[in-house]
């Protein structure tokens, strides 16, 4: 697998990754995917949801904080069916290692929401937690 990040006026990387592709191979189909480059969710970001929100959510559902946020995961981004062991399985789509930045602030919206809705709790924001991080 081959991965480019063209920063902007990178005619270099630009020109290698084009000629990468005019070189690949014609008898194999390939999947040739372009898009805009965000950062991976932060430190901070991470931080936060472990300490607010899924801690938060797992308190109050009785829980684990490992169940919640696979729970939530699966209900924010679908769910895939594996079979293991010969029982029918489920795990979510995504996960938060897997988000950029505004993937990580739209899930975290989305998680003091699905808090609120389901369980009735209020749950600080990241700009109202003064916890440490």
């Known amino acids: 697998m081959k991965r480019f990040i063209i920063h902007k006026d990178d005619t270099i990387r630009r020109e290698n990754?084009?000629?990468w592709i005019d070189e690949l191979p014609m008898d194999r189909q390939h999947v040739v995917e372009i898009k805009e480059y965000r950062k991976k969710r932060s430190l901070s970001q991470n931080a936060y949801i472990h300490a607010v929100p899924l801690a938060a959510i797992a308190s109050a559902s009785g829980h684990t904080l490992d169940e919640i946020k696979e729970y939530l995961c699966g209900e924010r981004f679908g769910w895939e069916e594996y079979e293991m062991f010969g029982k029918r399985k489920q795990r979510?789509?995504?996960?938060?290692?897997d988000l950029d930045t505004k993937e990580m602030s739209?899930?975290?919206d989305w998680?003091?929401?699905?808090g609120s809705e389901n369980l009735n709790?209020?749950?600080?924001?990241?700009g109202e937690y003064e916890g440490e991080y």
């Open 17 to 19: 990754a084009k000629v």
């Open 121 to 126: 709790l209020y749950i600080p924001t990241p």
């Open 111 to 114: 998680m003091l929401w699905w």
């Open 92 to 97: 979510p789509l995504r996960r938060t290692s």
């Open 106 to 108: 739209d899930f975290i």
